[in-house]
């Protein structure tokens, strides 16, 4: 049947069982907005207060369902508040398809109105991006972008169609997704690459595996965020278990084992456990799923697992040598590896080694608050009130390393937080996306101050749609990492980190219809709540801490991983 290119869209987007975008309109995309009306009773669409917030949203919907997240902005500035969400997947790993239209086929390159070169500026923070200059490709490209986004090594994939053609006219037919994939029929477009459906299983690579964990006597596993994507965290418990070896978490590998595990040590890196990095230097075989070994876990890579004979699991080739010179690797998907090793290993036993590791702490202790609330006391709350299996967003700084230090998450897209770009106002947007993905789930999204300030223009996100979001903000007036470098490192010069400004968060929540309420001891904490959850609406809760409380323990840059300068 004869349809209109926008139309065409959105019957691939059905085709792929999309049922909810994220975006904001303008000129260029009116056709495909105009499409998105007709198609209001199949297709959800989101409206954002911005269009990086839309980005953040389709991300934490795709990270928190394991879905593939779709997001659509206009040309020229719409296109480009995209990247920062754009890059932030691409980092992590994150499977969103971003739809973009740019100006019609007279006016490319000509500056024109709202015009960029969308793929140029995105080809190196995506998997793949295409322009759409054929009406009759536009099928083929919607279908061949989510097999991209979703396969191997999941990201995000930019389509960028040009807007005369997205008003034209076009054949179209449904096809059976499986039997086009089985059939080699991934898209018609030449010189794509494909994804590859059926991973090469290898069994003699594993085997050297399995002879390695039966020579060592102090193995050492690292949780990547390998095991959160592929899903693989039943297979990894297994494998861990009956290696018998204690288990450091990357921050995106959160939720990929459960960090309340016997066998965890928690964190590891900059800021990870003494358990975690002390056993890492005293290993004799380290093994790292789906890690790419970036310098806020090894630091000082010279000296990272300096005893230890270097196993590598990863589904990207790429990424095997890159950061770490590795003794042994498999390329593969976590989930089969491990499916396939857990076969052939038999149980281990290393109780000497674990209770070296375990001799020192997993969680560092704080003392209590005076006149302010203590990050552990902030978490202490969160864990007590809220439901086990709430969905935590955070934005970057300290509290996002307190988040991940003291709370225990147990299940893959548990945790959404932007480790590898590491981008302010990250949080909010994707807590929003994690709650429309996941309706019946409570989700908390926790933030600084100075990464609020980025991003609370969502609120009228979360009040218009009703998504009962509940914001916890570690509120210290200042940019709280970034101070504590300059506190350690750079003799109490603060430049440009003290936040001496508002808003007062309390009004700012109002103003936007939500609930707020501010708190200073943790009974107040554990009351406020108590209240946002039991009311079912968004609510915003400020939390005052001391400005000069410090992210702890902490190694820095390019040191050993167990030279801990704050404990």
Not at 78 to 86: E, Q, R, S, V, W
Not at 233 to 239: G, I, K, P, Y
């Given at each position: 049947?004869?349809?209109?290119?926008?139309?065409?869209?959105?019957?691939?987007?059905?085709?792929?069982?999309?049922?909810?975008?994220?975006?904001?309109?303008?000129?260029?995309?009116?056709?495909?907005?105009?499409?998105?009306?007709?198609?209001?009773?199949?297709?959800?669409?989101?409206?954002?207060?911005?269009?990086?917030?839309?980005?953040?949203?389709?991300?934490?919907?795709?990270?928190?369902?394991?879905?593939?997240?779709?997001?659509?902005?206009?040309?020229?500035?719409?296109?480009?508040?995209?990247?920062?969400?754009?890059?932030?997947?691409?980092?992590?790993?994150?499977?969103?398809?971003?739809?973009?239209?740019?100006?019609?086929?007279?006016?490319?390159?000509?500056?024109?109105?709202?015009?960029c070169d969308t793929v140029g500026i995105t080809m190196p923070i995506t998997k793949c991006n295409y322009l759409v200059k054929d009406v009759n490709e536009i099928a083929s490209t919607v279908r061949a972008a989510f097999a991209m986004a979703r396969s191997g090594r999941p990201g995000p994939v930019?389509?960028?169609?040009?807007?005369?053609?997205?008003?034209?006219?076009?054949?179209?037919?449904?096809?059976?997704?499986?039997?086009?994939?089985?059939?080699?029929?991934?898209?018609?477009?030449?010189?794509?690459?494909?994804?590859?459906?059926?991973?090469?299983?290898?069994?003699?690579?594993?085997?050297?595996?399995?002879?390695?964990?039966?020579?060592?006597?102090?193995?050492?596993?690292?949780?990547?965020?390998?095991?959160?994507?592929?899903?693989?965290?039943?297979?990894?418990?297994?494998?861990?278990?009956?290696?018998?070896?204690?288990?450091?978490?990357?921050?995106?590998?959160?939720?990929?084992?459960?960090?309340?595990?016997?066998?965890?040590?928690?964190?590891?890196?900059?800021?990870?456990?003494?358990?975690?990095?002390?056993?890492?230097?005293?290993?004799?075989?380290?093994?790292?799923?789906?890690?790419?070994?970036?310098?806020?876990?090894?630091?000082?890579?010279?000296?990272?697992?300096?005893?230890?004979?270097?196993?590598?699991?990863?589904?990207?080739?790429?990424?095997?040598?890159?950061?770490?010179?590795?003794?042994?690797?498999?390329?593969?998907?976590?989930?089969?590896?491990?499916?396939?090793?857990?076969?052939?290993?038999?149980?281990?036993?290393?109780?000497?080694?674990?209770?070296?590791?375990?001799?020192?702490?997993?969680?560092?202790?704080?003392?209590?608050?005076?006149?302010?609330?203590?990050?552990?006391?902030?978490?202490?709350?969160?864990?007590?009130?809220?439901?086990?299996?709430?969905?935590?967003?955070?934005?970057?700084?300290?509290?996002?390393?307190?988040?991940?230090?003291?709370?225990?998450?147990?299940?893959?897209?548990?945790?959404?937080?932007?480790?590898?770009?590491?981008?302010?106002?990250?949080?909010?947007?994707?807590?929003?996306?994690?709650?429309?993905?996941?309706?019946?789930?409570?989700?908390?999204?926790?933030?600084?101050?100075?990464?609020?300030?980025?991003?609370?223009?969502?609120?009228?996100?979360?009040?218009?749609?009703?998504?009962?979001?509940?914001?916890?903000?570690?509120?210290?007036?200042?940019?709280?990492?970034?101070?504590?470098?300059?506190?350690?490192?750079?003799?109490?010069?603060?430049?440009?980190?003290?936040?001496?400004?508002?808003?007062?968060?309390?009004?700012?929540?109002?103003?936007?219809?939500?609930?707020?309420?501010?708190?200073?001891?943790?009974?107040?904490?554990?009351?406020?709540?108590?209240?946002?959850?039991?009311?079912?609406?968004?609510?915003?809760?400020?939390?005052?801490?001391?400005?000069?409380?410090?992210?702890?323990?902490?190694?820095?840059?390019?040191?050993?991983?167990?030279?801990?300068?704050?404990?």
């Open positions: 049947m004869k349809l209109k290119g926008s139309d065409i869209l959105m019957e691939c987007l059905l085709e792929q069982g999309v049922d909810t975008i994220f975006g904001y309109p303008g000129g260029t995309v009116i056709n495909l907005y105009d499409s998105i009306y007709k198609y209001g009773d199949k297709i959800k669409h989101i409206l954002t207060a911005h269009e990086q917030g839309a980005s953040h949203a389709a991300d934490g919907y795709a990270r928190s369902t394991g879905k593939v997240g779709v997001c659509i902005a206009t040309s020229g500035p719409g296109a480009t508040n995209l990247t920062t969400g754009i890059a932030t997947a691409f980092m992590d790993s994150s499977p969103v398809v971003f739809i973009t239209c740019n100006v019609g086929e007279a006016f490319i390159g000509k500056d024109s109105f709202q015009e930019v389509i960028d169609i040009l807007t005369n053609i997205s008003g034209q006219e076009a054949e179209y037919e449904k096809v059976d997704l499986d039997k086009h994939y089985e059939s080699g029929k991934l898209a018609t477009l030449k010189n794509r690459p494909t994804h590859n459906l059926k991973p090469h299983e290898p069994e003699g690579d594993i085997d050297k595996l399995i002879e390695m964990i039966e020579a060592s006597e102090k193995p050492m596993v690292i949780c990547g965020g390998g095991v959160v994507r592929g899903r693989a965290q039943a297979e990894f418990l297994e494998f861990v278990e009956k290696a018998d070896a204690p288990v450091a978490i990357t921050i995106m590998g959160a939720g990929g084992f459960d960090g309340s595990n016997p066998l965890s040590t928690n964190m590891i890196g900059m800021h990870g456990s003494q358990a975690s990095n002390r056993g890492i230097d005293a290993c004799d075989l380290l093994i790292s799923v789906g890690c790419r070994f970036n310098e806020r876990v090894t630091l000082d890579v010279k000296h990272f697992a300096r005893n230890a004979k270097i196993v590598h699991i990863d589904i990207d080739r790429s990424e095997i040598d890159k950061n770490v010179k590795t003794d042994h690797h498999i390329v593969g998907d976590a989930k089969r590896v491990l499916e396939i090793a857990n076969k052939k290993l038999k149980q281990q036993d290393h109780t000497p080694w674990k209770e070296y590791v375990f001799q020192f702490p997993k969680e560092q202790e704080y003392e209590s608050g005076g006149d302010t609330l203590t990050p552990k006391q902030i978490t202490e709350a969160i864990a007590k009130i809220l439901p086990e299996k709430t969905i935590v967003a955070t934005d970057v700084g300290q509290h996002q390393m307190w988040a991940i230090q003291h709370l225990h998450f147990t299940y893959p897209g548990q945790l959404i937080t932007s480790g590898g770009f590491g981008a302010m106002g990250f949080g909010l947007g994707a807590a929003i996306g994690a709650k429309v993905g996941n309706p019946d789930q409570c989700v908390c999204h926790i933030t600084g101050d100075g990464s609020f300030r980025m991003n609370f223009a969502e609120l009228c996100t979360e009040q218009k749609y009703d998504i009962p979001v509940i914001t916890v903000l570690f509120n210290n007036s200042a940019l709280g990492m970034v101070r504590q470098w300059q506190t350690l490192m750079y003799d109490h010069r603060y430049s440009q980190t003290y936040m001496d400004r508002g808003p007062d968060f309390v009004k700012l929540a109002e103003a936007f219809g939500i609930m707020g309420m501010r708190c200073t001891t943790k009974i107040e904490l554990e009351a406020a709540l108590q209240a946002a959850l039991e009311s079912g609406k968004s609510a915003v809760i400020e939390c005052p801490i001391d400005i000069d409380e410090l992210v702890r323990p902490m190694v820095p840059g390019g040191r050993a991983i167990t030279n801990f300068i704050v404990d």
